[in-house]
């Protein structure tokens, strides 16, 4: 069972930035297609950017494009989320989720959470002055 880590959250003013991580310490991530997902209170949890195992295979949703990235870290195992130019409306729990993906697949990746199967126990960002 792959167990997944993030790290990264914390509170930040309107304009700010973080780096959310998610790592793995028992399985490659390269395996793996990753997704990154929120929620907010009384709300549905949304897809936010995700990753597959071929390269460059990124998605986002259309609110954070552009201030959000998705990057992989071969060394520490890892799949980073930087977020900047944070908006009071980023705040959530954010998640990373993983699906197993032995081969590089051309589709563009997922961004729906039923297609996950691991899951991390999330981390909270808090975007306010």
């Known amino acids: 069972q792959l167990q997944l880590v993030e790290s990264g959250g914390g509170l930040v003013q309107p304009g700010g930035s973080l780096r959310l991580s998610c790592e793995a310490s028992e399985y490659s991530l390269a395996y793996y297609a990753i997704g990154w997902f929120r929620q907010a209170p009384g709300k549905e949890r949304e897809g936010v950017s995700c990753s597959g195992t071929m390269p460059g295979n990124t998605d986002y949703l259309d609110s954070v494009k552009g201030r959000f990235t998705v990057s992989r870290d071969s060394v520490l195992n890892a799949v980073h989320l930087q977020m900047s130019n944070l908006k009071p409306e980023d705040t959530a729990t954010y998640y990373c989720?993983?699906?197993?993906?032995?081969?590089?697949?051309?589709?563009?990746?997922?961004?729906?959470?039923?297609?996950?199967?691991?899951w991390g126990q999330g981390t909270q960002v808090t975007v306010s002055s």
């Open positions: 989720a993983a699906i197993y993906e032995p081969a590089p697949v051309q589709a563009t990746c997922r961004l729906t959470p039923a297609d996950f199967t691991s």
